[in-house]
């Protein structure tokens, strides 16, 4: 079986890899292991694929109610050759069984049984600066660290495709398949705004770039995502992603594998699981001192015990509540109709000029005739304080600063309180100085948007229900995760 593809060597970034007309190899030639950017010449490479498959194949009887595309994926890659798989399928089955016999007494609730998946977090705010997830990607699955940013929608691994520009990371860069994401798929389509050339129609390139400055850009690719569900089904999904072959990693770039994108549009990985009729279109996450963990559905959670906001009507790709005043002490500061965006991928929370000015105008003035002194010398972050003798942690510091907080009004009289501790908004650095983990996000260029971020949002799970159109939280001891039969580690 012989094939045309890519010798993939981009020269320059945003160049598109060229087709060699002459590269004919081998598929299982040495040489062939490359990932092929361009179109087969040849559909033998689709039947030889589907013939390997059919080695494994199994059927699931109970078929009504089950997304065609799942099913076929689920049904190719379960391996009858691992222990307990017969158990598994069985599970499945009477899972999806369930799944669409309540579906077809529910008119109104088309599928009431929907599974969830979590996932055990890693890291801190400080001194790491970041959260991090274990995915795990590929046939047969191999292990990568994935930052889990509610500010984007693409799912990235560094990628070996050859890579142009990577940086470092915990395990070897991820080497891609042949299945390619082509220019004109839907998927592709919701990564680019309006109308968009395909120079290369074979092939769906991406470039994502950060707020911090930071950026990646591949192409998207097909594999297969090793999930457990919480009802202790393990499935094997291909969903899209990208191959990113050239980083340009930020200032502050944490030493990870990629980035897990969480975000509102078609691309991100929960809303192709959500698609596929495995997990509602929900995203939470419940962040802690010493990790926390992440969940997609919704079945973690009691919704009557959360409070709720409505996500803003003015912005389909960020989760952002509008109309929120900002308050100290529990009380009004004046500075009201705050647009604020929940974002998992920023360590510290960030407030336009205005807001932030207030803020450190009202702790100064409230820190007056209390043990702690201005730290100039301490450059860990913009504002820090120093007490009689270093702080160890922030229990010990918390006492001389008032909680700050966000009132969200939404209808007439109803109001939603986020409130923000000190421990939700205090670092201990390396000097023990208490410093402010809240930053003017107009001087990096933010402009007036407000945000919050990990730093804000530990000890609290917090809830993004794209169903419903809301945002939601309410504390929670993030250290113990909820009950389960497994993690995805």
């Given at each position: 079986?012989?094939?045309?593809?890519?010798?993939?060597?981009?020269?320059?970034?945003?160049?598109?890899?060229?087709?060699?007309?002459?590269?004919?190899?081998?598929?299982?030639?040495?040489?062939?292991?490359?990932?092929?950017?361009?179109?087969?010449?040849?559909?033998?490479?689709?039947?030889?694929?589907?013939?390997?498959?059919?080695?494994?194949?199994?059927?699931?009887?109970?078929?009504?109610?089950?997304?065609?595309?799942?099913?076929?994926?689920?049904?190719?890659?379960?391996?009858?050759?691992?222990?307990?798989?017969?158990?598994?399928?069985?599970?499945?089955?009477?899972?999806?069984?369930?799944?669409?016999?309540?579906?077809?007494?529910?008119?109104?609730?088309?599928?009431?049984?929907?599974?969830?998946?979590?996932?055990?977090?890693?890291?801190?705010?400080?001194?790491?600066?970041?959260?991090?997830?274990?995915?795990?990607?590929?046939?047969?699955?191999?292990?990568?660290?994935?930052?889990?940013?509610?500010?984007?929608?693409?799912?990235?691994?560094?990628?070996?495709?050859?890579?142009?520009?990577?940086?470092?990371?915990?395990?070897?860069?991820?080497?891609?398949?042949?299945?390619?994401?082509?220019?004109?798929?839907?998927?592709?389509?919701?990564?680019?705004?309006?109308?968009?050339?395909?120079?290369?129609?074979?092939?769906?390139?991406?470039?994502?770039?950060?707020?911090?400055?930071?950026?990646?850009?591949?192409?998207?690719?097909?594999?297969?995502?090793?999930?457990?569900?919480?009802?202790?089904?393990?499935?094997?999904?291909?969903?899209?992603?990208?191959?990113?072959?050239?980083?340009?990693?930020?200032?502050?770039?944490?030493?990870?594998?990629?980035?897990?994108?969480?975000?509102?549009?078609?691309?991100?990985?929960?809303?192709?699981?959500?698609?596929?009729?495995?997990?509602?279109?929900?995203?939470?996450?419940?962040?802690?001192?010493?990790?926390?963990?992440?969940?997609?559905?919704?079945?973690?959670?009691?919704?009557?015990?959360?409070?709720?906001?409505?996500?803003?009507?003015?912005?389909?790709?960020?989760?952002?509540?509008?109309?929120?005043?900002?308050?100290?002490?529990?009380?009004?500061?004046?500075?009201?109709?705050?647009?604020?965006?929940?974002?998992?991928?920023?360590?510290?929370?960030?407030?336009?000029?205005?807001?932030?000015?207030?803020?450190?105008?009202?702790?100064?003035?409230?820190?007056?005739?209390?043990?702690?002194?201005?730290?100039?010398?301490?450059?860990?972050?913009?504002?820090?304080?120093?007490?009689?003798?270093?702080?160890?942690?922030?229990?010990?510091?918390?006492?001389?600063?008032?909680?700050?907080?966000?009132?969200?009004?939404?209808?007439?009289?109803?109001?939603?309180?986020?409130?923000?501790?000190?421990?939700?908004?205090?670092?201990?650095?390396?000097?023990?100085?208490?410093?402010?983990?809240?930053?003017?996000?107009?001087?990096?260029?933010?402009?007036?948007?407000?945000?919050?971020?990990?730093?804000?949002?530990q000890d609290k799970m917090v809830i993004y229900d794209n169903e419903k159109g809301a945002i939601g939280w309410s504390p929670a001891n993030c250290s113990r995760p909820p009950k389960s039969n497994t993690f995805i580690m």
């Amino acid at each position: 079986m012989f094939y045309k593809f890519c010798l993939f060597c981009p020269p320059t970034r945003g160049t598109p890899p060229l087709c060699s007309n002459n590269a004919k190899k081998d598929l299982r030639a040495e040489s062939c292991k490359k990932l092929p950017f361009c179109q087969l010449q040849s559909k033998s490479l689709l039947l030889y694929k589907s013939r390997s498959y059919q080695k494994q194949r199994i059927t699931c009887m109970v078929y009504q109610g089950i997304n065609w595309y799942a099913r076929k994926v689920i049904a190719s890659t379960w391996n009858m050759k691992e222990e307990g798989s017969r158990d598994q399928l069985q599970k499945w089955c009477k899972w999806k069984s369930r799944v669409s016999t309540e579906a077809s007494s529910s008119e109104a609730n088309p599928v009431s049984s929907y599974s969830s998946i979590l996932f055990k977090l890693y890291g801190n705010v400080h001194p790491d600066g970041y959260y991090f997830a274990q995915v795990n990607v590929g046939q047969p699955p191999k292990p990568y660290f994935l930052d889990p940013d509610t500010g984007s929608d693409l799912t990235w691994l560094q990628c070996d495709a050859p890579c142009v520009r990577c940086t470092e990371a915990p395990h070897p860069l991820y080497r891609p398949t042949n299945d390619l994401v082509v220019c004109r798929d839907p998927l592709c389509a919701s990564l680019h705004s309006g109308a968009y050339e395909c120079p290369n129609p074979e092939q769906c390139d991406y470039e994502v770039e950060y707020a911090d400055g930071g950026s990646s850009f591949g192409v998207l690719v097909n594999d297969v995502f090793s999930l457990n569900l919480t009802t202790g089904i393990r499935l094997g999904l291909r969903l899209a992603f990208g191959c990113g072959y050239d980083q340009l990693p930020s200032v502050y770039a944490p030493p990870l594998d990629g980035v897990l994108g969480l975000g509102k549009g078609n691309s991100s990985i929960v809303s192709q699981l959500h698609n596929q009729g495995i997990v509602r279109n929900i995203i939470g996450h419940c962040l802690s001192a010493t990790g926390g963990f992440l969940f997609f559905g919704d079945d973690l959670y009691d919704a009557s015990q959360v409070n709720w906001a409505p996500m803003s009507q003015d912005s389909t790709k960020r989760y952002s509540v509008s109309s929120a005043e900002l308050t100290f002490g529990g009380k009004g500061v004046g500075i009201k109709n705050l647009d604020v965006i929940f974002d998992s991928g920023s360590s510290y929370s960030y407030l336009n000029s205005q807001a932030y000015r207030a803020i450190i105008s009202l702790i100064e003035k409230d820190l007056k005739g209390k043990p702690l002194k201005e730290a100039k010398d301490d450059r860990t972050l913009p504002e820090c304080w120093r007490g009689r003798k270093p702080f160890k942690s922030v229990h010990d510091v918390r006492k001389y600063f008032k909680p700050l907080g966000l009132s969200f009004h939404h209808g007439q009289r109803v109001r939603t309180q986020f409130e923000i501790p000190p421990d939700a908004y205090l670092i201990i650095s390396s000097k023990g100085n208490a410093c402010l983990g809240i930053l003017n996000g107009t001087e990096i260029g933010l402009q007036n948007v407000n945000l919050i971020g990990d730093i804000s949002m530990q000890d609290k799970m917090v809830i993004y229900d794209n169903e419903k159109g809301a945002i939601g939280w309410s504390p929670a001891n993030c250290s113990r995760p909820p009950k389960s039969n497994t993690f995805i580690m």
